[in-house]
């Protein structure tokens, strides 16, 4: 059974900096990308970055909205991704959830999937 | 960016009906289209990717369809487990952008 488990959330002040982790099991976890996704209170989904898997360079992507703040990294011997959080400010404040990505490879184009969820670790940014 | 429009914002159905929610892209994005259910205080969950592809263990009463800017999903005989909110995403292009959301209520 695919299981992704994120902890680490909790109150924190702005401008501090807080980690996220996604603890996986149940699939190979080096073959996969991963994404985290973050819904405030009361409002839809928004994707925050992922980072590919080391076959295709581990490479990151994020949102405008976190770019330069947020890093996304992860150790395969662990099972393990990380959302590290800098400068956080109360906008940030949201569930995040981790996902696994499923890659599907087209003449056209590379594109992924969220094949699978973890059940969100709660952030929230207050003084 | 990518923007994705949903249409309704809310839908109000019994159950028995068939309802359609529809997605559009602010650019072509060949079939890069997936569609999310999520319940209240829950994860979301993947239903449908590529634009038509069933995910495994979702029920044939959900469909979806279209390619370039235009999609739809189509629950057909709603069932009580169905009421919630349906997003789409696109995958084409970074950063992958969700829809505003569909939430599905008992009339």
């Known amino acids: 059974e695919v299981l992704l488990v994120e902890s680490g959330g909790g109150l924190i002040q702005p401008g501090r900096s807080l980690r996220l982790s996604c603890t996986a099991s149940?699939?190979?976890?080096?073959?996969?990308?991963l994404s985290w996704v973050r819904q405030a209170p009361g409002k839809g989904l928004e994707w925050v970055g992922f980072?590919?898997?080391?076959?295709?360079?581990?490479?990151?992507e994020y949102a405008a909205s976190v770019e330069g703040r947020f890093t996304i990294s992860r150790d395969d011997s662990k099972s393990i991704a990380y959302l590290q959080m800098n400068s956080l400010k109360s906008e940030d404040t949201a569930v995040y959830f981790c996902?696994?990505?499923?890659?599907?490879?087209?003449?056209?184009?590379?594109?992924?999937?969220?094949?699978?969820w973890g059940q969100g670790t709660r952030v929230t940014v207050s003084s | 960016d990518i923007q994705m429009t949903q249409s309704p914002s809310s839908l109000a159905a019994s159950v028995g009906d068939r309802v359609t929610i529809t997605c559009r892209a602010s650019?072509?994005?060949?079939?890069?289209l997936n569609w999310y259910q999520q319940k209240p205080g829950k994860a979301p969950k993947l239903l449908i990717y590529?634009?038509?592809n069933l995910q495994s263990e979702v029920p044939s009463r959900f469909s979806g369809r279209g390619s370039g800017t235009d999609f739809t999903l189509t629950i057909t005989s709603l069932q009580p487990e169905d009421f919630a909110t349906y997003y789409c995403?696109?995958?084409?292009?970074?950063?992958?952008?969700f829809g505003q959301g569909t939430t599905l209520v008992i009339k």
């Open positions: 996902t696994r990505d499923q890659r599907v490879d087209t003449a056209m184009v590379t594109w992924y999937y969220f094949d699978y």
């Open positions: 149940g699939f190979t976890f080096e073959d996969y990308a």
């Open positions: 980072i590919r898997s080391e076959t295709y360079g581990g490479t990151t």
């Open positions: 650019q072509s994005m060949s079939n890069c």
């Open positions: 590529g634009g038509s």
């Open positions: 995403q696109q995958s084409y292009s970074s950063p992958r952008t």
